[in-house]
């Protein structure tokens, strides 16, 4: 049991440039999240998905985009990087009944756009 | 617009102190409080706190939430250099899409 995980740790991209990150997770989890860390910003919500086929936008969406053609995956993607979207990001998962809000965080993605 | 605001942001104590984190918030529709621990990577599920006036326990560490005044406290007694982290506070909203806000964080340093 892998719990959540992120695909790739690190990149560094150049200003223009595309790139799609992964974010994968076992548990058979609902709902899941994309975050991005920047400092003194604290968490904020990029987009999210509350089921297979299913995308809504968060605090931050603009840059981005999302898809979630399978349950256990979450894909978010950058069309043209820009250095304001230098940051750490993190996918999250939970199970999505009444009572389950733990959320389960992946290790993160470090990206550096110049 | 919601908030959540947490306090101090930073704090260094030595090893055996007690502290007390602080999360105020804002917000329309609050469903209930978290309370995550960040050491080096991701952020680990602490506590969730839906009602008013529960201690929630675990170990030396405890927490309680006054939907009445608006806040939350996290407790840490006989803290360990382990304790060392950012703690993050979150209000999860109620709603159909169950929108989660984070605070800063509070920057906890034990030292020996």
């Known amino acids: 049991n892998a719990g959540v995980t992120q695909t790739p740790k690190f990149r560094v991209l150049k200003t223009g440039q595309s790139m799609t990150l992964l974010c994968a997770q076992d548990?058979?989890?609902?709902?899941m999240y994309w975050y991005r860390q920047d400092p003194g910003m604290g968490l904020r919500l990029i987009h999210y998905?509350?089921?297979?086929?299913?995308?809504a936008k968060g605090e931050v969406p603009d840059g981005y985009n999302v898809s979630r053609l399978k349950k256990q995956n979450f894909l978010l993607g950058l069309e043209s990087a820009a250095p304001s979207q230098t940051s750490v990001y993190f996918c999250?998962?939970?199970?999505?009944?009444?009572?389950?809000?733990?959320?389960?965080f992946g290790p993160g993605t470090r990206l550096t756009v110049t | 617009e919601d908030k959540v605001v947490q306090s101090p942001l930073s704090l260094v104590v030595h090893e055996g102190d007690t502290v007390t984190l602080n999360c105020s918030y804002e917000v329309t529709n609050f469903r209930s409080l978290l309370w995550y621990k960040q050491e080096k990577k991701a952020p680990t599920f602490l506590f969730m706190l839906?009602?008013?006036?529960i201690e929630k326990k675990s170990g030396r560490l405890s927490s309680i939430l006054d939907k009445k005044e608006l806040f939350s406290i996290l407790n840490i007694t006989a803290t360990q250099t382990g304790d060392s982290a950012v703690y993050l506070c979150a209000v999860l909203f109620s709603g159909g899409y169950q929108k989660v806000t984070f605070g800063i964080g509070t920057k906890l340093q034990v030292i020996p």
């Open positions: 839906t009602s008013s006036g």
């Open positions: 998905s509350v089921g297979e086929g299913t995308t």
């Open positions: 999250a998962s939970r199970l999505g009944t009444a009572n389950s809000y733990e959320q389960y």
């Open positions: 548990m058979n989890h609902e709902y």
